[in-house]
């Protein structure tokens, strides 16, 4: 029997008004968030490893050797357009989805949540001190209805409420952080952290 196909998709396509540009093109400890998402999911054994890009998509797509790119022509619209172009450009028996600005997630919490669907999660969803975050797993089966659900800002969360039931919680607790950087005080703060 083949093991199912897990793919990665980092979803890089945000603005990032508050930060004053595109969070894919910040750097923390010489990596640009862009990059250190792609590595997170393929040290964390997904594959392929997919990237949707919006704004500034020239650049940020130049820093994406790889990885596939998919480009969310709608991605002014919010996080939704993003999910939507990534789910529809994957060929993969399931996803781990992970945001750019999270750097300071590890590839164990992607292990983790890829061993909940080899145990029969059709969603999961890695837990922090009991707070649901990212990354977050989804089968196949679950695609057409988290792209009917993803909407503006967002992502699969209203299909995970809608289906709470098949949700599985992943402690990610011990592997990292899923503290989002948002604002240039974030980055400042993780620089410290990270140094």
């Known amino acids: 029997m083949t093991s199912p196909t ?3 998709l980092l979803l890089a396509a945000g603005q990032g008004r508050r930060m004053g540009g595109p969070k894919a093109l910040l750097e923390v400890a010489g990596e640009r968030l862009v990059r250190r998402g792609i590595r997170l999911l393929d040290e964390g ?3 392929p490893v997919v990237v949707v890009v ?3 998509a020239d650049e940020v797509r130049a820093c ?3 990885a596939q790119v998919v480009e969310a022509r709608e991605w002014a619209t919010g996080m939704g357009a993003s999910l939507r172009a990534g789910l529809a450009a994957l060929d993969a028996d399931a996803c781990v989805i992970a945001l750019v600005d999270q750097p300071l997630l590890t590839p164990e919490a992607v292990r983790r949540l890829r061993a909940a669907h080899s145990n029969g999660a059709v969603a999961a969803v890695a837990t922090y001190a009991g707070r649901p975050r990212h990354p977050v797993l989804l089968d196949r089966s679950t695609w ?5 659900t ?3 800002d967002e992502g699969a969360r209203a299909w995970l409420r809608a289906h709470a039931p098949l949700v599985v919680s992943v402690d990610c607790t011990d592997t990292g952080a899923s503290d989002d950087v948002d604002t240039p005080q974030d980055l400042a703060a993780l ?3 990270t140094r």
């Open 150 to 152: 993803a909407r503006g």
């Open 54 to 56: 919006g704004a500034s």
């Open 64 to 66: 994406c050797d790889g």
């Open 6 to 8: 897990i793919a990665g």
């Open 144 to 148: 057409p209805g988290v792209v009917a």
């Open 45 to 47: 054994g997904c594959a």
């Open 191 to 193: 620089r410290e952290v």
